[in-house]
């Protein structure tokens, strides 16, 4: 009697090599690039403020006054409160929640927008911004003056507009962030380890169920 062991005709199964299906994140739609670029946006355009925005020659009259600089933190106040806004919402974007994120956003925008109409009314009226300080200077109002702005307010305004796109895309894309807690950590280990012991308030609950809490 024949007794050999028939040979399987099915020929081994080859493991299947594992992919991934997650698709690279690109570099405009992530949380750290967007909140660093929102943030050197609002300190360029802070530090704009701190240099000469207008350059004023005053008129040869009653008053024997030199030339007058203008820095942007005289020249146009809002500009560096709106910075600061724009500089504490990008801040705050990074810990924020999705529904505190989009105000965070619209605020970082809005400040942007401020921004770079109060520099256009800079730009297209050196004289009249400059006036108050003019007055300062010379001791006499509406003193005739030959006012020019620097190349500060045009950095001043590309920033902002750089910080409308980074909040704009941060409005955009931030719904698909996670936030995350030092709680998050312990969580994965808590879900496959033991279970958690039961407290003092668990356990009164428990009791005035019926249950036992040693159990």
């Given at each position: ?20 299906t997650a698709k690279s994140v690109r570099f405009w739609q992530r949380k750290a690039p967007l909140i660093l670029l929102a943030v050197l946006a609002a300190l360029a355009i802070f530090g704009t403020t701190t240099q000469t925005w207008i350059h004023v020659s ?158």
């Amino acid at each position: 009697m024949n007794t050999e062991t028939p040979h399987s005709s099915e020929t081994p199964e080859t493991p299947e090599i594992p992919h991934t299906t997650a698709k690279s994140v690109r570099f405009w739609q992530r949380k750290a690039p967007l909140i660093l670029l929102a943030v050197l946006a609002a300190l360029a355009i802070f530090g704009t403020t701190t240099q000469t925005w207008i350059h004023v020659s005053i008129g040869q009259g009653e008053v024997a006054q030199s030339d007058l600089n203008i820095p942007g933190s005289k020249a146009a106040v809002a500009v560096s409160a709106l910075a600061l806004v724009a500089l504490a919402g990008a801040l705050a974007t990074s810990i924020a929640g999705k529904i505190a994120r989009i105000v965070t956003a619209m605020i970082m925008f809005l400040s942007a927008a401020g921004i770079v109409a109060v520099v256009f009314g800079i730009v297209a009226d050196p004289a009249g911004a400059a006036m108050a300080e003019v007055g300062v200077a010379t001791g006499i109002e509406g003193e005739a003056a030959n006012a020019t702005t620097t190349f500060f307010p045009v950095l001043a305004i590309v920033a902002a507009l750089v910080l409308a796109v980074a909040s704009l895309l941060v409005l955009f894309f931030g719904r698909s962030w996670n936030v995350r807690t030092k709680y998050d950590a312990a969580r994965p280990a808590q879900a496959g380890g033991p279970a958690e012991a039961v407290d003092e308030i668990d356990r009164w609950d428990q009791l005035s169920r019926g249950e036992d809490p040693t159990d």
